[in-house]
């Protein structure tokens, strides 16, 4: 898709409200894109509505709902669908997690990225969607203050991966591709870890594996997503998205 072609193409964002989704929606909606914003917080997306104008359509729902995911993709059609909505898991060891603690992300981040990506190869989008889930670095390296956290985020690439070999096999031409945000205190997530890993450290603990300088920001993150929708197709099916852009993962063979 070219910057021409995205100017009044549909972008349905999920957890479009704050974060790394809130930049993305923003960053989509000033590049042209009629941008529809899906989050539970009313509120916040009404403020997000009344920053970005006409161009952003509010949705209040719950992403993590199947039934949200077939009307939505039924209803508008997104040339591009970017898989943003998670859970903020409780910062705390293994053994003082419950099951249902340890569960969250599975029953949330897992859960809709499932049902979204399942209708859009139903539907199926229109050749030349694109498809972009937000994973973790944790995905890579873990993350054992947090619970299910680094598994279920893993399993948010390997869903996407598994989409792009169907969409490839039933000749959809719809574009399926992971990202892998490292940990950044610019987000309200982020900055829990930052600290709670700092905390086990005994302090002084830097916000991206261990590398002081420049952090990872939402406005990054919408910048990284416009370039990579506009940009030459993807040559790999996942990324690490870092301060300074996007770096390439190797295909996950078998």
Sequence with gaps: MSEDELAGATALVTGASRGFGRGIATA???????????ARDRGALDELRAELGGSFTAVPADAADPIVAGQLIDAYRPAILVLNAGATPLPRPIHHHTWQTFSSNWDIDVQHVFNFTREALLAPLAPGSTVIAL?????LRGSPLSGGYAGAKAAVRFITSYAGEESTRAGLGIRFVSLLPQLTPATALGSVYVAAYAATQGGGAAPSDGNPGPVLTPEVAGQAITSLVTGPGPDQDAYVLSAAGLHPLPHQGR
């Design 135 to 139: 994973s973790s670095g944790a995905a």
């Design 28 to 38: 989509l909606s000033r590049a042209g894109a009629q941008v529809v914003g899906v």
